[in-house]
């Protein structure tokens, strides 16, 4: 049953993973369902996912930058990217070893007790002078954009600052207006 929800791309590991998993559920982590695979949490925090892959099966610490990684085995799989989640590697059933992922584990656990985890960077909203000045001559549409959550404007702003030549910006204006006017996201349709 729990394999249905696993990240076992090329259906090879299910052994393994179900290893690991035995040694996960030895702790008091709680397995939940997140982004299509099986991810574990201690007060509700994402802790470590499970996961299998063309080469290998990993263990990802989705903050183990912090760990101190005394075996030398973690690693950064898209680097300059990937700021805090780090993978633990697998290649075989004999890569498998209980005390040590025990011992990772239940460091995570405890940096994620004692909050230790990066925030995401905030992005600075895109500007765009043309889509400012059709605002500043149109009230009605800076009303109606004014009314949509900051996440919602900031889609709109960034559709139109991301618009290089004048015909693309008229374009995509007479697009987005009367998704404005009628409260609608730009991505609504997709959500």
């Known amino acids: 049953m729990a394999e249905k929800h696993t990240w076992n791309k090329v259906n090879q590991w299910a052994e393994e993973l179900g290893k690991?998993?035995?040694?996960?559920?030895?702790?008091?982590?709680v397995e939940t369902n997140k982004w299509g695979g099986e991810v574990y949490t201690v007060n509700n925090k994402n802790v470590l996912g499970l996961g299998g892959f063309k080469n290998y099966f990993t263990i990802w610490f989705f903050n183990g930058v912090f760990l101190k990684d005394t075996s030398g085995v973690l690693v950064n799989a898209n680097e300059g990217v990937t700021k805090g989640l780090?993978?633990?590697?697998?290649?075989?059933?004999?890569?498998?070893?209980?005390?040590?992922?025990?011992?990772?584990?239940?460091?995570?656990?405890?940096?994620?007790?004692?909050?230790?985890?990066?925030?995401?960077?905030?992005?600075?909203?895109?500007?765009?002078?043309f889509f400012e000045n059709e605002?500043?001559?149109n009230s009605?549409?800076?009303?109606?954009?004014?009314?949509?959550?900051?996440?919602?404007?900031?889609?709109?702003?960034?559709?139109?600052?991301?618009?290089?030549?004048?015909?693309?910006?008229?374009?995509r204006l007479e697009k987005i207006k009367p998704l404005i006017m009628e409260n609608r996201g730009l991505n609504d349709k997709y959500r």
């Not at 690991?20 to 982590?29: A, G």
Request: net charge positive.
């Open 140 to 171: 009605e549409l800076k009303k109606a954009l004014e009314k949509l959550t900051p996440f919602k404007q900031k889609e709109f702003w960034e559709y139109m600052a991301t618009a290089k030549q004048e015909k693309t910006k008229i374009i």
């Open 86 to 129: 780090r993978q633990w590697r697998f290649f075989s059933k004999d890569d498998i070893d209980e005390k040590r992922i025990l011992e990772y584990i239940h460091e995570a656990i405890e940096n994620e007790k004692a909050g230790l985890s990066i925030k995401p960077e905030k992005k600075a909203v895109l500007k765009c002078a």
């Open 20 to 29: 690991l998993r035995e040694i996960v559920h030895k702790t008091e982590l």
């Open 135 to 137: 605002l500043n001559s």
